[in-house]
């Protein structure tokens, strides 16, 4: 059983930057694609980004140009870097592994999340 686990949010004000951080027990991290979620109250859970095991990435088009996601295989630890935030992107943030890249269902089972509030 995978373990996921998510890190670095908190409060920012409009137009603030945070990095959230997601360390993963996989023994074979590297091969998997690995995505970040988030879910806002009364929403849907939703895919924002994702990224293979050779670096392509996927951006949904409310995050792009503003959100970067990253990962380091030596690190089992997949990275979003959050710019430009605004208040619609307050949400618990989750990592996990996409069906497919730009799939909005996951195959492990959900870390504790880390919330995420923009707000002046």
């Known amino acids: 059983q995978v373990q996921l686990v998510e890190s670095g949010g908190g409060l920012v004000q409009p137009g603030g930057s945070l990095r959230l951080s997601c360390a993963a027990s996989?023994?074979?991290?590297?091969?998997?694609?690995m995505g970040w979620y988030r879910q806002a109250p009364g929403k849907q859970r939703e895919l924002v980004a994702s990224i293979r095991s050779l670096g392509n990435t996927y951006y949904a088009d409310s995050v792009k140009g503003r959100f970067t996601i990253s990962r380091d295989n030596a690190k089992n630890t997949v990275y979003l870097q959050m710019d430009s935030l605004k208040p619609e992107d307050t949400a618990v943030y989750y990592c996990n592994r996409p069906s497919s890249y730009d799939s909005p269902y996951a195959m492990w089972s959900w870390g504790q999340g880390t919330q995420v509030t923009v707000s002046s």
């Open positions: 996989a023994t074979i991290f590297r091969i998997y694609t």
